[in-house]
């Protein structure tokens, strides 16, 4: 059993930092990519950051230059740095994970989500 668990969510003012942590877990040969969606009530759940396992990264435009994606291959652990963070940054943010079993079937994975709310 595979298990991707989040934490790090919570209330910060406008302008301030969160830290969201990500850990992979159970039955893992190896990790492909590893990312972050958000998702805000009625709107679709949109991709923040991916990071792949060479550490090649990609961001949504909207918090280029903010958000800071890493991972610990070794750890099976990926974050999410936010800095100077915005009101419309407020969602249920979900960690994200193509990764491959021991039984050798490639999937994809969701978390819980965990929920960052910014106030202004």
């Known amino acids: 059993q595979v298990q991707l668990v989040e934490s790090g969510g919570g209330l910060v003012q406008a302008g301030g930092s969160l830290r969201l942590s990500c850990v992979a877990s159970?039955?893992?040969?190896?990790?492909?990519?590893m990312a972050w969606y958000r998702q805000a009530p009625g709107l679709q759940r949109e991709l923040v950051a991916r990071?792949?396992?060479?550490?090649?990264?990609n961001y949504a435009d909207s918090v280029k230059g903010r958000f800071t994606i890493s991972r610990d291959n070794a750890k099976g652990t990926v974050r999410l740095q936010m800095n100077s963070l915005k009101p419309e940054d407020t969602a249920v943010y979900y960690c994200?994970?193509?990764?491959?079993?021991?039984?050798?079937?490639?999937?994809?994975?969701w978390g819980q989500g965990t929920q960052v709310t910014v106030s202004s």
């Open positions: 994200n994970a193509d990764l491959i079993s021991y039984e050798l079937v490639l999937r994809n994975y």
């Open positions: 990071i792949t396992s060479g550490g090649r990264t």
């Open positions: 159970g039955s893992i040969l190896s990790i492909n990519d």
